[in-house]
């Protein structure tokens, strides 16, 4: 029989459930960290009652997601969280809140909750892509803990003291980029952190951010810069082309009311009605003139009869998004703070191309086959503006999932601020191939019609080049889009409220490397922070997820498993004494609950066996008191006994270590009694 994990007895304080059993002994030869990480497991189970749940990122050996009451205290400043971080420490096996974790942000929410948003850092050095978000609600109480913290880049012995300096490292990333005489860039800044490569060593890097229009095609790119030898380690392509990710409609020749700003002889195509004007926020639209300086020169007309139908649509649609943002979501502009927001058009002549180059947006006018004018379309507009969002908000890394996740986004943002009455819920549908009717770039409920996948089972593995679309970001989209189709399109739910959550969950849970799994996770608690854990929109976006093959239906219950949704203590399935119950813990954040009842005072022997992996199991009373749990490491069966109360009703919960799951091979769960 293995180790134990952590002692597996436990005795009420009244007595009436005594445990007796060989497999219930606390063993010595436990190691320290693992025992120390059970400890905490325990108290956030004891402190949640049974309701805490837990994603694990099985590689690193620690949580992406955990929810339920993690301190008894109350946590009102960034300094009291940092405590409570502390006390759950031994999770992340992190050796120190206080020097391992910076705030990067404290922000309240409309729902009372408060984000702290920390970054990992080694030796005062950020730790690329790994941040922690802890959420406390309006009574102080912390809520959860989620992203990425990696206890690997600790023993790995870096040297965190460059060799290069910033100037230079600027140098090389300029020169590998081609754009070493570019005298005008609208970003040049560069940072040092720890990163880790795809090789799984870590380096210490500047991580330059270019972008600029002079050189032979836009640059907007993050580049990894080796701080010791100049090498260039990674790179991050930034600049998010319609033309790949297909928003947009065109140029359909419909009046619309624009908002303008008048002078002396005429008038400017600028937004000063909308509430970002109170701190100096404005919408303003200019013309690259066929050329390709940024911003250009602001539009202008004498009798305020705009003829200019690309601008006309670029200023109205980034009204409109403007409108979507702040009167549905309660944001002000993409920086939420009213900043003004930019748009050029006639950009380069037959452009076929939209983007965000890190400051503003800018439209190309198509080539009249591939794409009419992109600035047309409602969905091109609001996608390319959420991607400043995204870039203010989670900061999804663009490429592979975190860059899939980042067009989706966009594409499911830019769909909802369109709200067209559109069942197939096209994107570019207007502007793409102008000569062909019906024509799209992508459909959200049928991604296949379009090359795109709609399932895990179909999920392309490409590589980080800008053949292999950076991992997929375009083209592996699809699965969280369908995902969103399937859960906006659920009866009772409602565009609004999806918005809502999707926006919640990019806002207020994602980080920079937030994977499928991750977004599957956000969406669920922010739709339970909305709309309560029992809840229509809770369980819909569950089933949303595992209908695309990404965690499992029902919040958190196994597919293939005849007793689910039976993932909560609410949702436990009742048991028979005697009888054999074989369950599926079927994803990584999957948890089984049953009940029973004894008529009278009796004796219980509670079996876990046939098991696939390191699973555990636990006992609880109906106040979600927990009595008893047995947690061997390994997969030997697990097993509790003991006196227990007739008439009482106790709960039995099953559940996989560390993300421990198998979607095939059941467990058998026996009470006898």
Do not use: C
Not at 40 to 57: D, F, I, R
Not at 94 to 112: H, P, R, T
């Amino acid at each position: 029989m293995g180790a134990k994990k952590f002692t597996a007895f436990a005795v009420v304080s009244t007595m009436v459930f005594t445990l007796a059993t060989a497999n219930v002994s606390a063993a010595p030869s436990e190691q320290p960290p693992k025992a120390k990480k059970m400890a905490v497991l325990e108290k956030l189970s004891k402190q949640s009652k049974g309701k805490e749940k837990v994603a694990w990122n099985k590689e690193k050996g620690v949580p992406t997601f955990v929810t339920g009451k993690l301190s008894d205290k109350q946590a009102k400043t960034p300094a009291d969280v940092k405590k409570i971080v502390e006390e759950n420490k031994a999770l992340f096996n992190m050796d120190s809140a206080s020097s391992e974790l910076s705030l990067i942000s404290q922000e309240k929410d409309s729902l009372g909750f408060t984000m702290y948003k920390y970054q990992q850092v080694y030796q005062g050095v950020p730790v690329f892509g790994n941040e922690l978000i802890v959420h406390t609600d309006k009574n102080g109480t912390t809520t959860s803990i989620n992203g990425y913290y990696d206890p690997e880049v600790k023993t790995a012995g870096l040297n965190t003291k460059a060799t290069l300096s910033l100037a230079q490292a600027l140098n090389k990333a300029k020169a590998s980029e081609g754009v070493a005489n570019v005298s005008k860039f609208d970003i040049q800044k560069g940072k040092l952190h720890v990163y880790e490569t795809e090789k799984g060593d870590y380096r210490l890097v500047y991580v330059i951010t270019l972008s600029t229009l002079e050189g032979k095609q836009p640059v907007y790119a993050d580049l990894f810069v080796d701080a010791h030898n100049g090498a260039i380690v990674h790179k991050i392509d930034k600049v998010n082309h319609a033309a790949a990710t297909g928003t947009g409609t065109g140029v359909l020749g419909d009046t619309k009311t624009l908002n303008t700003d008048s002078y002396s002889s005429g008038y400017y195509l600028r937004d000063i009605t909308k509430p970002m004007y109170s701190t100096g926020g404005k919408i303003e639209t200019y013309t690259a003139n066929y050329g390709t300086a940024l911003p250009g020169t602001l539009l202008t007309d004498a009798d305020n009869v705009w003829t200019d139908r690309a601008a006309v649509d670029a200023h109205y649609y980034a009204g409109k998004t403007y409108d979507y943002y702040y009167n549905k979501l309660g944001r002000n502009s993409f920086d939420n703070r009213g900043a003004t927001m930019k748009s050029t058009v006639h950009y380069s002549r037959n452009y076929n191309n939209a983007f965000w180059n890190g400051t503003q947006m800018v439209y190309g006018d198509g080539d009249g086959r591939q794409f009419t004018s992109l600035s047309g379309a409602l969905d091109v507009v609001a996608h390319e503006i959420t991607h400043a969002v995204t870039e203010r908000t989670a900061g999804l890394v663009y490429e592979y999932q975190p860059g899939a996740l980042n067009e989706s986004f966009s594409d499911v943002l830019g769909n909802l601020v369109e709200n067209k009455n559109d069942p197939k819920w096209l994107l570019g549908e207007d502007v793409t191939t102008p000569g062909i009717a019906g024509d799209a770039l992508r459909s959200m409920s049928n991604p296949n019609e379009y090359d795109q996948p709609d399932h895990m089972n179909e999920y392309r593995n490409l590589p980080n080049t800008r053949e292999g679309d950076w991992g997929g970001v375009h083209i592996n989209s699809g699965i969280p889009n369908k995902a969103f189709y399937n859960f906006v399109t659920t009866p009772g739910i409602t565009k609004d409220n999806a918005g809502k959550i999707w926006y919640r969950a990019l806002t207020q849970y994602l980080t920079s490397y937030s994977q499928f799994i991750d977004a599957r996770n956000a969406t669920i608690q922010a739709a339970t922070d909305l709309f309560g854990a029992n809840s229509l929109e809770a369980t819909a976006v569950a089933n949303a997820w595992a209908s695309v093959g990404v965690g499992s239906s029902g919040n958190n219950g196994g597919s293939g498993d005849a007793y689910e949704p039976n993932d909560s203590m609410s949702a436990a399935k009742a048991m028979s004494s005697g009888t054999t119950y074989n369950g599926l813990i079927s994803s990584a954040t999957d948890e089984d609950w049953f009940k029973f009842t004894p008529s009278t005072s009796t004796y219980l022997s509670l079996s876990l066996t046939n098991l696939p992996a390191d699973y555990d199991l636990y006992l609880y009373n109906s106040a979600g008191t927990l009595l008893a749990r047995s947690e061997y490491a390994g997969t030997s069966s697990e097993s509790i006994a003991g006196t227990i109360q007739g008439g009482a009703t106790y709960y039995v919960k099953v559940v996989g270590y560390n993300g421990a799951m198998s979607t095939t091979k059941p467990y058998a769960l026996k009470a006898t009694y």
